[in-house]
T-cell receptor, first 110, second 117 residues
Framework: GQQVMQIPQYQHVQEGEDFTTYCNSS?????IQWYKQRPGGHPVFLIQ?????EVKKQKRLTFQFGEAKKNSSLHITATQTTDVGTYFC??????????FGTGTRLKVLA | DTGVSQNPRHKITKRGQNVTFRCDPI?????LYWYRQTLGQGPEFLTY????????KSRLLSDRFSAERPKGSFSTLEIQRTEQGDSAMYLC???????????????FGQGTRLTVV
């Protein structure tokens, strides 16, 4: 069945350093979504990518969708303590649902 | 509050007891999902409703789990004869109706944390 692998599982960075998480699928994806979950919170939608090779930016966050639509990345430039949380990618897993990756937990050291 | 609302926020129950959780989606959203999340994992799909119809249910869901959405508005998730392995965060999410089923963001509630002792 549909599987979405996400790496790394954990990442500790010093404040001001960059951070990247990767999402990889064995099959072509129609689209991919990214969510952020703060500690003790619930997932919050960040963005959706649909087109091959698409790049979208939100302030310090840059999202990419691979040319083959089998992988995606989220890059944060100059991390801040407010970036702490777990970042999930999610891809369609059939007609009705999204399958979530295992997430990358980001810790930012001040 | 116009977000997705879940009650209760926390539930501690003894093994073998039944529990029921409620989800109130955003009012104009006809699509409702239940997910389960354990520590260090991503949300795991449980079931999906479109209006009052339950259109998909995870094969991982045992027959102790049942969900309803009787009037196409709020939904309930019941777990019968709870086991310690049922301890998790149960998340509800809703999506607005639209031309494409899977092309809109999901709005999550804050979840119900279940602890089975």
């Amino acid at each position: 069945g549909q599987q979405v692998m996400q790496i790394p599982q954990y990442q500790h960075v010093q404040e001001g350093e960059d951070f990247t998480t990767y999402c990889n699928s064995s099959t072509t994806l129609s689209n991919i979504q990214w969510y952020k979950q703060r500690p003790g919170g619930h997932p919050v939608f960040l963005i959706q990518l649909v087109k091959s090779g698409e790049v979208k930016k939100q302030k310090r966050l840059t999202f990419q969708f691979g040319e083959a639509k089998k992988n995606s990345s989220l890059h944060i430039t100059a991390t801040q303590t407010t970036d702490v949380g777990t970042y999930f990618c999610a891809s369609p897993g059939g007609t009705y649902k999204y399958i979530f990756g295992t997430g990358t937990r980001l810790k930012v050291l001040a | 509050d116009t977000g997705v609302s879940q009650n209760p926020r926390h539930k501690i129950t003894k093994r073998g007891q039944n529990v029921t959780f409620r989800c109130d989606p955003i009012s104009e959203h006809n699509r409702l999902y239940w997910y389960r999340q354990t520590l260090g994992q991503g949300p795991e799909f449980l079931t999906y409703f479109q209006n009052e119809a339950q259109l998909e249910k995870s094969r991982l869901l045992s027959d102790r789990f049942s969900a309803e959405r009787p009037k196409g508005s709020f939904s309930t998730l019941e777990i019968q004869r709870t086991e310690q392995g049922d301890s998790a965060m149960y998340l509800c999410a809703s999506r607005p109706s639209g031309a494409q089923l899977l092309n809109t963001e999901a709005f999550f509630g804050q979840g119900t944390r279940l602890t089975v002792v």
